[in-house]
């Protein structure tokens, strides 16, 4: 059962080992848990529906609770002390594309706002229900999964846009192919969120973004369907996917998703290295995106997140080996841990490894195999349950990203990560920031930043203290040329930020479509655009 | 000198070799040239220019002749008889993003129509004059063509956007980079050209196509300037570039483009192989792009443009020889040519040579090493001044081009070839047709397919016979799952059948974004959009 005020599914806790507690300790001071709320006393507070009754739509509390809230850490916090504030006033579930031209209808009869919900994973607050005049109807897509086509020639798969990852790769991989689009949120996140949020997946590097992977489809608007055909390639005008992509609920609701989809490969390794410093490192990462050595993923983490990810293991001892083999190597103090993967066929894979090995070997990689690389490949989707663990041991826990071309990376990561690390130093407060690069381009990088510290006495000066960080950071990427975000969208949180970047003849354009597509403003209202 | 009636530079011309004369009369009859007029008829009827002096605006009659038209086919056969019809009323030479921006005030207090120029080598018509009631302005963008700023860590690369092909790789490779963007009008076409009418070149196998080149710039629009910052990726939104991209003059005027540029590769090499025939060939270029082997480019000419090629080499002997060899090994009668590239180190290189040579192996692929290869390199972008020898031969010779999935590959080929070979033969005339694939993808292909034919006794008649050819390849594209352009874009040409693809609330959306950048109307009508 999935939880109702958490990541995830209720089955699944990770237990914090001793000594992570110590090393929290000493970081940020003792823990200082807040007590949650029932279910039962959210669910006391929803109020009656303001929708009339339709065969398509629930009004049950407890579905409208359990589609309020994305997983911000604003929707964390309000989740945790029971105050969502705002709940849908029903949740309706189509099954079909008809469905969903019901719905659209439905809507404009009853005068109602619509949200599409996928997964429910936004971190930027991408489906949370606004305080409106109107009723709000939440549109979940969780009952159109299915793989619905399959060309096994030009490898495009037809799906539903509420299949989230494991649906997705279940079905595919019992037809011998993969999608490879597997960012954080996989087990829970939705084809259709991926390509309206402009997802990343952790092998980007092979499969590409959601971007490059989206072939086509098909959207519901209220001016009506635009479906887009699939081709290799076109220079017909501007290309029609862009309305779709990033276009975070705004224009219409996403009935079908066509992905270009690559056989399953017959091997995939995934390794760590270890450089002795942070220039080098990233001076590595760098020649090896620009000289596209054939890798599938590649993930560097700054000293002190390698420092952290170590401290946090659970293996003291083999840790402390490993530490001394890696400081005899060469990479002591200020080490950073690298880890890459190939995935293809043996006689590729066995050729990107070792021309990754060799230039890895210029800028004194020390290469310790497969052992790392198999821990990280089995731990990928489980970093998101750790904010339970955190929390239950007093502490808070976000990520925030961006990315920037190469030039700038070193500058802007370090200003991000010192405006969060001094953003609660007014009141006597620690923060511990760590951060990895994990999206690389011969452009530039992503860059990755999780940062931990303590609630307050209450939540509403708890939910203070993240606004004051976020806020910082958020204007230190608009301020240094880094994207408002890399792989996490717009949403609510980020949306007073995006005229940064789009600049007002951008913003006007985006709107201009809006209103194209959605005349009386219906749909999400408050997402990407704040007007 | 820039041929005023034809492609290229007047001193290149390529001899036909006496063997291609023969062989084309046995295949569409002896040829029958046209007389062409002289520049000087031509000059003669240029009329007076409707608009008032300006300094940045030249009205003599040489320029407004030298703008008024691109090189499809229409264009070269006005030019030949010398009807243009309409020209520009003058030619703008701006050498600054203001002087663009003062050129669009000036269109409207003047109230005229202005027409953005790069390299002019359209082949459909993007850049031609409509015959309006206002005047019409060309602003031609020749002066801004300098690399204007190189951020080698992020390999950005800031250029005017009329820097043309040699002016690009000039400038770039001084610096030891290369923006790797080899359409075959590369002498000529320019940046900013290419990003509006999101061009391809014959390595986009390495560099990827514009879009993936273009990583931002500035738009001039009506509405005000568009700025694009560069980000290595984002998931902030629809991306603004796509604004940009393939706009083709409708919603401003590019005034800077900065591309990713790469570093020079140490190697560089082009080989031949041939298939026994067109199903194997089909099957093994699926598979090379398929499973991501590391070519820089691939081009399979179908058996037909294989014969067609090997009698145009005008070496008798030598072509004797190697087609012995090629049956004694089993590529005879209806072999395939598989042109393909590696470029990158020499370790990658040796690399991804032998897992083609592996895989093309497996297909009944014949390797013959450099020789073709490098022919290929050496005449890539010779193939256009071949219109002028043909046409002084008595025989017209036209391109189109396409894309679609795999599974649709072999079909659309088929009928796009028939659909021209059948064409003319209500008057009896025959018309000789040929195709390659020459940018693969993993969903699919381009096809590109070239038609020879006979003018007919007039000019008019012989447009006609053209008409005649286009509209039924365009059908035939149109019903069949093809896009009206994977590399040529739409002008004015395609524009009747671009509803098809986007679909009438695509074209809707188009719409509406040009009249949010140009509420007048006042750039480049009739191109990408019909109205």
């Given amino acids: 059962m999935r939880r109702w005020n958490g990541w995830g599914d209720e089955g699944t806790y990770m237990e914090l080992p001793d000594t992570s507690r110590a090393f929290l300790a000493e970081l940020v001071g003792p823990g200082n848990p807040l007590a949650d709320a029932s279910l039962d006393s959210v669910l006391a507070k929803v109020p009656a529906s303001r929708l009339p009754g339709h065969p398509l739509i629930v009004r049950e509390p407890r579905d409208r609770v359990l589609h309020a809230r994305g997983q911000s850490l604003p929707d964390w916090l309000a989740m945790r002390e029971g105050e969502f504030g705002v709940f849908p006033d029903g949740v309706a579930y189509p099954q079909t594309a008809g469905q969903i031209r019901e719905l659209l209808r439905f809507a404009e009869e009853q005068d109602c706002l619509l949200i599409p919900y ?35 020639e030009s490898l495009i798969a037809t799906f539903g846009p509420g299949a989230n990852g494991p649906q997705v790769e279940s ?19 939705t084809l259709g969120g991926w390509v309206a949020s402009r997802s990343s997946g952790q092998q980007s590097l092979r499969y590409g973004r959601i971007e490059q992977l989206f072939a086509g489809g098909t959207l519901e608007t209220f001016a009506g369907s635009l479906e887009i055909p699939t081709f290799p390639a076109s220079s017909a005008g501007p290309d029609l996917r862009e309305m779709v992509l990033g276009s975070e609920g705004r224009f219409g609701i996403i009935s079908t998703v066509k992905v270009r989809v690559s056989r399953l490969a017959d091997d995939e390794r995934f390794y760590a290295v270890f450089l002795p410093g942070w220039e080098q490192a990233l001076q590595a990462i760098r020649e090896l995106a620009q000289s596209r050595v054939q890798l599938s993923m590649l993930r560097l983490s700054n000293a002190i997140e390698t420092t952290t990810q170590l401290a946090l293991a659970g293996h003291p001892g083999q840790i402390a080996w490993l530490e001394r083999y890696l400081k005899w190597r060469g990479a002591g103090e200020g080490k950073c841990m690298l880890t890459f993967g190939v995935t293809g066929s043996r006689a590729q894979n066995a050729a990107s490894l070792k ?26 989707f489980r970093f998101p349950y750790l904010r339970e663990s955190l929390w239950q041991a007093g502490y808070v826990v976000d990520t925030l990203e961006t990315a920037t071309d190469w030039s700038n990376v070193g500058n802007l990561l370090g200003r991000i990560e010192t405006s969060l690390r001094d953003g609660l130093a007014a009141e006597g407060e620690r923060v511990h920031v760590f951060t990895h690069l994990s999206h690389v381009y011969g452009e530039g990088s992503s860059i990755y930043t999780t940062y931990v510290f303590r609630p307050a006495a209450s939540y509403a000066a708890t939910l203070e203290r993240w606004r004051r960080l976020k806020h910082a950071a958020s204007q230190t990427i608009a301020e240094n040329r880094g994207t408002i975000s890399h792989q996490h969208g717009v949403g609510k949180d980020h949306a007073p930020w995006l005229a940064a970047e789009k600049g007002p003849l951008g913003m006007a354009a985006l709107k201009a479509m809006a209103a ?16």
């Avoid at 996928?118 to 159109?144: R, Y």
């Avoid at 079905?171 to 996140?189: D, K």
């Fill in 516 to 531: 194209h597509f959605d005349p009386a403003g219906r749909l999400n209202p408050g997402t990407l655009l704040q007007d």
């Fill in 118 to 152: 996928g997964g429910g994973t936004s971190v930027a607050g991408h489906i949370n229900p606004p305080a409106a005049d109107k009723p709000v109807l939440t549109v979940s897509l969780e009952h159109m999964s299915r793989l619905l086509e399959l060309d096994e």
């Fill in 171 to 189: 079905q595919l991989r019992a037809r011998g192919y993969t999608l490879g689009h597997f960012p954080q949120s996989w087990e829970l996140s």
């Fill in 355 to 380: 021309l990754a090995r060799r230039l890895l070997k210029d800028f004194g990689g020390v290469f310790t195999g497969t052992l790392l690389g198999r821990k990280w490949a089995d731990g990928r």
